[in-house]
Nanobody, 127 residues
Framework: QVQLVESGGGSVRPGESLTLSCAAS????????MGWHRQAPGKQRELVAR???????QYSDSAKGRFTISSDNAKRTVSLYMGSLEPEDTAVYYC?????????????????????WGQGTQVTVSS
């Protein structure tokens, strides 16, 4: 079992900032990457930002320049700083992790990795 627990969501006004945090626990041998996705009402879930275990980052176009993702591999945590928030950023934000649960899975290669998701945390940006 793998658990991803998010924290830090809330309601803010346009232009303000928030930091989301996520901690992974459970049966984990190796985390390959962690990230944040979001889903607004009536829309599909979309990638916001991702960071690999080597520190390589990827951002959506809407997040570039405003959001910063960081991680602590030893603590198995990932954070997302969100600055200059806009009403369009209102969504449920989900933490994600691609990982291997055992060494045996790791030795089998990428197809044996697991994609795990948190329960989501609401971010509302409104004046």
């Amino acid at each position: 079992q793998v658990q991803l627990v998010e924290s830090g969501g809330g309601s803010v006004r346009p232009g303000e900032s928030l930091t989301l945090s996520c901690a992974a626990s459970g049966r984990i041998f190796r985390i390959n990457d962690m990230g944040w996705h979001r889903q607004a009402p009536g829309k599909q879930r979309e990638l916001v930002a991702r960071i690999t275990d080597g520190g390589v980052t990827q951002y959506s176009d809407s997040a570039k320049g405003r959001f910063t993702i960081s991680s602590d591999n030893a603590k198995r945590t990932v954070s997302l700083y969100m600055g200059s928030l806009e009403p369009e950023d209102t969504a449920v934000y989900y933490c994600s992790a691609n990982l291997f649960q055992t060494y045996d899975d790791y030795s089998l290669g990428p197809h044996a990795s697991l994609n795990s998701w948190g329960q989501g945390t609401q971010v509302t940006v409104s004046s």
